[in-house]
T-cell receptor, first 113, second 112 residues
Framework: DAGVIQSPRHEVTEMGQEVTLRCKPI?????LFWYRQTMMRGLELLIY????????DSGMPEDRFSAKMPNASFSTLKIQPSEPRDSAVYFC???????????FGNGTRLTVT | AQSVTQPDIHITVSEGASLELRCNYS??????LFWYVQSPGQGLQLLLK??????LVQGIKGFEAEFKRSQSSFNLRKPSVHWSDAAEYFC??????????FGPGTRLSVLP
């Protein structure tokens, strides 16, 4: 199994531009999580899906952020418009469900100038 | 709300020395506990987990952790550290209300 695959690995964009981060979960994992990691705030849960349905999006910072999971093998996190304070590493993680451990992708490092 | 604390932000040990990373949690019931490791530029990788049973759990890469209910702790240990263990270590808990909660992490440096 290739594990959780995220793309792109690095993204540099200018303030105001739209950014789309992508995640391909491990086959058979029915829970998917988006995290943001910064030095100041550590790991923050943004949103998670169970069986492709958003369960908790209370961590999404504001309306500029949106996430979708159109099917079991793909999810996106979109920021529109992007701002410099969105610069961070964004991780996608998946799990079989319940209390099973999370499997993380290698993250997308986003830099907004 | 449940929380996880890792009192040590940064620890430096010499290669071959023993290691203990501290983790404390706040939760009334028996928690589900995890330790993850993050190498630079990588995602988090599971080292070990505790759900129930034997309070001393073994993980990958020679790590172990001990659950102590009386101290609300789940400290990570390794008898002899290797240079490749230099990384960031995260303690985490899970409960059905909050899902996964991660500690702030402890950065481990290893001296040759």
């Amino acid at each position: 199994d290739a594990g959780v695959i995220q793309s792109p690995r690095h993204e540099v964009t200018e303030m105001g531009q739209e950014v789309t981060l992508r995640c391909k979960p491990i086959s058979g994992h029915n829970s998917l999580f988006w995290y943001r990691q910064t030095m100041m705030r550590g790991l923050e849960l943004l949103i998670y899906f169970n069986n492709n349905v958003p369960i908790d999006d209370s961590g999404m910072p504001e309306d500029r952020f949106s996430a979708k999971m159109p099917n079991a093998s793909f999810s996106t996190l979109k920021i529109q418009p992007s701002e410099p304070r969105d610069s961070a590493v964004y991780f996608c993680a998946t799990a079989v469900g319940g209390i099973s451990p999370l499997h993380f992708g290698n993250g997308t490092r986003l830099t907004v100038t | 709300a449940q929380s996880v604390t890792q009192p040590d932000i940064h620890i430096t040990v010499s290669e071959g020395a023993s290691l203990e990373l501290r983790c404390n949690y706040s939760y009334g019931a028996t928690p589900y506990l995890f330790w993850y490791v993050q190498s630079p530029g990588q995602g988090l990788q599971l080292l070990l987990k505790y759900f129930s049973g034997d309070t001393l759990v073994q993980g990958i890469k020679g790590f172990e952790a001990e659950f102590k209910r009386s101290q609300s702790s789940f400290n990570l240990r390794k008898p002899s550290v290797h240079w490749s263990d230099a990384a960031e270590y995260f303690c985490a808990t899970y409960n059905y209300g909050q899902n996964f909660v991660f500690g702030p992490g402890t950065r481990l440096s290893v001296l040759p």
